[in-house]
C-alpha cells in the first residue's frame, strides 16, 4: 500500500498550549528576519558598488595581447579559448576535446507526497486529517527515506554517483587560463560523444544519449541510475577579470569583492555588468521576500494564542485568525519597510526616507479605513432632514389647559382675590378678546 490517511485530533486545552509556544518561536522567526533583511541590503549594496567599480575601471583590450600598460587592472578579453589538454570523467571513462564535461546523476526512488487538512470542532478542539502518498520518482539527489511517516517498504539505497564537473587550463591569446578560471564556463551544450561511445562504460550500460545502471531503463526499479552530460566547447569566449602578466584571474574590487565574468561569443563590458547589476537586484527582491515572509510567520505566531483562544467557536476562530492575518499583514509591511531603510540610510539617505514614508504613509491609510467605518451624515442626508417636518412626539401629551369655570367671589378669600385679580389682569393684558364670563348664582 503506497497511500495512507492518518487523523488526529487535538484538544483546545493543547492548541492554546502550542500557541503560547509558537510566541518563543515568532520572537525568533522576527529576530532572523530583521538580521536578513538588514544583512541583504548591506550585501545587495556592497555587490553594487563593487560591479560599479570595476565597471568603470575595466579596460577592453582589442585583441587577446599582453598589454603592460593595463597589468593588475580590470581587463575585457575577448577570443579563441583553447584547451591544453583532453577532458576526461575517468569513472565511466567519457571524454571531450572541450574545455568543460558535466556529469549529471538522477536515481530512481521513494518521494514522501505529504497533504493536510484542519477543521476547527466546536469547543476549541482541531481534527487532522494527513495522508501520506509514495510515489517513485527521478531525483538528482538522495531522498532520505528515514524521515518518511511510512518508511516501511519505501526505502531508498545509497547514491553511489553523484554530479560533477570536470575542466581543463587553456588557453585565450596571450594568456593563460588555470582550471579555476576555465570552471566558470558554463557547460550547457548536450553531449553527443556517447554515439561513439562502446555500448558498455564501466559498470553502466551506454543507451547512446545516457548511461544506464539497472536492468531496463523501460521499467526501472528504485536505486536505478541514469548519467547523462553536457559540456562547454573550444571557441569564442568573453572573458572580464584581472590581467596579471600573461594569466588572468580574480579582479578584487575596493571593499573585497572578487569577480571574473565568462560569456560566450563576443559580449561587451556594458551588457555584462547590465546582467550582473540585474542579477543583483533580483536576488535583493527575492531575499526581501523571503524576509518580509518569515517576518509575517513571526507576528502571525506571536498573535496566536488569541485565534486559539476564540476557536471554542469556530466561527469566531476563523474571523480571529483573519483578522491577525491582517494585523500580522500590516506589522509586517511597516517594520519591513523601515529595517529595509534604516539599511539604507547609510549610502542612499533620500531612497532611505522614501521608503520610511511608504511605512508611515501604510499606517495613515489603515487608521483611515478604521475611521470610515464609523457612520456619518452626508450633506444631501442633513438637507432632507432640514425640509422634512418634525414627527409628531410618541411621549406622553401635555395636560389640557384647566376648563373648570372660575370660583364666584364671595367663595373666594382675600388673598386668593387678589392673586386672581393679578391674574385676571395679566390675562387680560395678554388676551385682550377674552373676557372672564361669571355665572349666575344658583337659586336656593
Known sequence: MDKFTETTYTSYGQNIG????GIFFGIVFIIGSIVLLWWNEGRSVEQATALKEMEEKIITLPAPKYDAAVDGKAVLVQGAVKPMSEVVDPEFNVKTDGLVLRRQVEMYQWKENKESTTKDKLGGGTETTTTYEYVRTWSPYRIDSSSFQHPMNHENPMMNYKSESFNTDAM?????LDRSMVGYVRASTTYAGLNSMPNQAGVARNYKSYLYIGMNPQTPMVGDIKITY?????????????EEGKKLTHYVTENGKEFVFVRSGRVSAKTIFKEELDANAALTWILRGVGLLVMFFGF???????????????????LASGVTSIVAAVLTLILGSVIIALAWFGSRPMLSLGIIGIGIALAVLLAKFGKKKVPSTSPQAATATASTPPARPESTPPPQRDTTPPQREDTVTAPDREEGAASSETEESTSPSRKAVTPPPRES
Open 230 to 242: 553536457t559540456y562547454a566547447p573550444a571557441g569564442e569566449y568573453t572573458f572580464a577579470a584581472k
Open 18 to 21: 502550542n500557541s503560547f509556544k
Open 300 to 318: 502571525t505566531m506571536i498573535m496566536g494564542p488569541i485565534a486559539a483562544l476564540a476557536k471554542v467557536i469556530p466561527v469566531l476562530g476563523s
Open 172 to 176: 585565450l591569446g596571450d594568456f593563460y
